[in-house]
């Protein structure tokens, strides 16, 4: 689970398609937790590379040690380009970890799926048997991610719980919003899980 609220420029005026426009805003987050939570306490803040979508987006984690963290998004959004969704969630190394070797084990199984049985079926029959096999797959990836992080989260200490989230959400919130507009929308959900 995680929290969430919107930020909007000025309409008409420089949109969140604007890269330029849109990286001053994650920079001033990446600063802004850099301050919060410094090096020298343990933590670590890195502003990840946007990806290559069709809409942009900014990740910024911020760890402390293998097993807590959170996550902050910046996503455009894509039907109103003036708009941006802002979200907070628990994160970790250990997850990101679990996630990536689930990534890569998956991709080298379905490729060596798909070599080995063009010798020996047809294409169509091999892509429709490895629908369900992709989808159990990707249900079973999210369960182990999610038991080993919150495992390890328990076992060696987790420092971000859904009242840090919360505060950071605020905090977020006031740099992010222009004084004089309110947010356009916050989520109550919790940033426990995820």
């Known amino acids: 689970m995680s929290q969430f609220f919107f930020i909007t420029l000025d309409n008409p005026g420089p949109s969140y398609q604007n890269a330029a426009r849109f990286a001053q805003h994650a920079q001033r987050v990446e600063v802004f937790l850099r301050q919060l939570y410094p090096e020298f306490s343990g933590h670590t803040v890195k502003l990840l590379k946007a990806r290559k979508k069709s809409k942009p987006e900014w990740r910024i984690a911020l760890y402390r040690g293998w097993s807590s963290g959170m996550l902050v998004e910046m996503v455009a959004d894509a039907g109103m380009s003036y708009v941006a969704k802002v979200t907070v969630s628990w994160h970790s190394r250990v997850k990101q970890l679990v996630q990536d070797m689930f990534t890569y084990l998956g991709a080298f199984l379905l490729l060596l799926y798909l070599f080995c049985g063009i010798f ?75």
């Open 120 to 194: 020996f079926a047809r294409l169509i029959v091999l892509i429709v048997v490895a629908i369900p096999f992709l989808v159990a797959y990707a249900i079973f990836a999210k369960v182990c991610e999610y038991v080993v992080a919150r495992s390890a989260a328990i076992v060696l200490g987790n420092n971000f719980d859904d009242n840090r989230c919360s505060d950071l959400l605020a905090r977020l919130q006031e740099i992010l919003l222009p004084a004089s507009s309110p947010p356009v929308q916050t989520a109550a959900t919790t940033c426990a899980g995820n």
